[in-house]
């Protein structure tokens, strides 16, 4: 007998079984190491019925932390089905086993004791599906045997995390619950939040390349699809709603309020939404074109005027600063260089911030000309290797070496340098003390972005005290979260972020 069916298929196979009286219990899960754990549960889980149905989570929506599954969607159906306690099982396209309960209308629907508490469920999917398979007449079951942990035999036997990452977490769980850090994230949502900085819209032209232009040296593409994402500041403010509920976003928009609607539209009710328009200046638009197989980039093309503001623009900006900033726990600026803040409005954010998080980005249009020396007594800072070293004009030199002595001069109490897939470094200027971290990522599907989904957390988590190694953690998931997409598609997600940090501290 085939045991392994698409979902259509088997809902008729039920139907039909159902109507001659026997009864369908369901188990769904990722299932991603087989253990004896599972194997019992299904058992426990047959005993209830008379056919066992096992959904698993497709590749796609799994979520437990990076690089997982360590077992892909194929092997793992595979695995299933030479278990002879299991009837059918089916890969679930879905995040949740919701369409699953839908289609399938099980009469028992089994879930590990774990899940007995709804409350521990970080997603609170369990309560979505127990009222899906109550309104399909079916029953809740939780089975009682011993709970063991795919992730934890996965963490302890699989190359998941490097050395280096797993000495830094085991440091984490002496000191740390996930209970415990869970409740800590919650408590940001406390926490008032100014966003400062360039809103930047980005376009993604996704082409087909033709070839070389028949006359002239010239690649042409082909458009085949474009889409549009809220970049710059816009985008911090997007990851930090995630975890705060009252934002205000202080930015700037062309003189003619391109794209203002789409801004608002793309922006959570929860962000305050304040604004200067800039004389003579576009709202800043970036262009990328990509080749649609590789998602690799071919061209960038910026619509932009980077002057500095005009006096009156600047003194109304600077009313704003004055304003706003007191009315708030935590300042972050995101600084791309193209003419809001002017050093006198530096000054303004430095003296007047209760805490400050700053990333002062270096990118085409502002190389040899930005530089974050304007900034002083910055709580925390976040710059990748190339700014550092472009910053202080030193190509080759020792990279700590570098950070204590940007740190010196600036005043910063603590600063984050990324590398990469190299991972990033931690320095307390206080303490003299770093902290390194592997890059959770192996591989990017786009880095743009990166940095400002690090910053966005790390600047939470040590306005609230967290523990270096915990926050470069939390941090360091942001940041692999967001290189999985293109560009600033999707805002970092905390219930991602959440299970990520308790499979790794199992």
């Keep these: 007998m085939k045991k392994i069916l698409q979902i259509k298929a088997l809902e008729k196979i039920v139907s039909k079984s159902k109507a001659k009286g026997k009864?369908?219990?369901?188990?769904?899960?990722?299932?991603?190491?087989?253990?004896?754990?599972?194997?019992?549960?299904?058992?426990?889980?047959?005993?209830?019925?008379?056919?066992?149905v096992v959904t698993v989570t497709s590749d796609q929506y799994v979520n437990k932390g990076p690089n997982r599954p360590a077992f892909n969607e194929e092997d793992r159906l595979k695995a299933l089905a030479e278990l002879d306690v299991v009837d059918y099982v089916v890969l679930n396209k879905s995040p949740t086993a919701v369409s699953?309960?839908?289609?399938?209308?099980?009469?028992?629907?089994?879930?590990?004791?774990?899940?007995?508490?709804?409350?521990?469920?970080?997603?609170?999917?369990?309560?979505?599906e127990i009222n899906t398979l109550k309104k399909n007449g079916g029953k809740i079951v939780y089975t009682k045997g011993i709970t063991f942990s795919s992730s934890n035999l996965i963490n302890r036997f699989n190359q998941i995390c490097s050395p280096e990452q797993k000495i830094a977490i085991n440091k984490i769980k002496k000191k740390y619950s996930f209970l415990k850090i869970r409740e800590l994230i919650e408590n940001f949502k406390k926490l008032k939040i100014l966003i400062i900085g360039e809103t930047i819209i980005d376009q993604y032209f996704f082409c087909d390349a033709l070839g070389k232009s028949g006359k002239e040296p010239v690649l042409v593409l082909r458009d085949?699809?474009?889409?549009?994402?809220?970049g710059g500041a816009g985008a911090i403010s997007r990851h930090v709603s995630q975890f705060c509920d009252k934002i205000t976003l202080l930015s700037m928009v062309g003189e003619k309020g391109e794209f203002l609607n789409e801004i608002k539209k793309n922006l959570p009710k929860k962000i305050n939404f304040d604004y200067i328009k800039k004389k003579n200046s576009p709202t800043i638009l970036k262009k990328r074109f990509l080749d649609i197989i590789t998602n690799n980039k071919v061209l960038g093309v910026y619509k932009i005027n980077d002057d500095v503001l005009e006096?009156?623009?600047?003194?109304?900006?600077?009313?704003?600063?004055r304003k706003l900033i007191p009315k708030h726990d935590l300042t972050i600026v995101s600084d791309y260089g193209h003419g809001l803040i002017s050093k006198k409005s530096s000054e303004i954010i430095c003296k007047n911030s209760k805490y400050l998080a700053l990333n002062a980005q270096i990118n085409a249009a502002n190389v040899g000309y930005h530089s974050m020396r304007k900034y002083k007594n910055v709580d925390c800072m976040i710059i990748n290797e190339k700014e550092i070293r472009h910053e202080l004009r030193d190509k080759n030199g020792n990279i700590k070496l570098l950070m204590k002595r940007?740190?010196?001069?600036?005043?910063?109490?603590?600063?984050?340098?990324?590398?990469g897939i190299d991972g990033s470094i931690f320095y307390n200027r206080k303490n003299n003390k770093f902290d390194l971290a592997d890059a959770f990522a192996k591989k990017a599907v786009d880095k743009i972005g990166a940095g400002d989904s690090m910053l966005s957390v790390v600047a939470l988590c040590l306005k609230f005290k967290f523990d270096e190694k915990l926050a470069l953690l939390i941090g360091s998931l942001a940041a692999a979260d967001s290189v999985e997409t293109i560009g600033n598609k999707e805002a970092i997600n905390k219930i991602k972020i959440l299970k990520s940090i308790e499979h790794l501290l199992k």
């Design 23 to 52: 009864k369908v219990v369901l188990c769904h899960g990722v299932f991603d190491l087989l253990h004896i754990g599972h194997i019992n549960h299904f058992h426990e889980a047959k005993d209830h019925g008379d056919i066992l």
């Design 100 to 128: 699953a309960i839908k289609g399938l209308k099980p009469n028992i629907y089994c879930k590990g004791p774990d899940y007995k508490l709804h409350k521990n469920d970080i997603s609170g999917e369990i309560i979505n």
């Design 224 to 230: 085949l699809k474009t889409e549009q994402y809220l």
């Design 311 to 321: 006096k009156s623009e600047e003194k109304l900006f600077n009313d704003k600063l």
């Design 406 to 419: 940007l740190a010196n001069s600036q005043k910063v109490k603590n600063m984050i340098v990324t590398k």
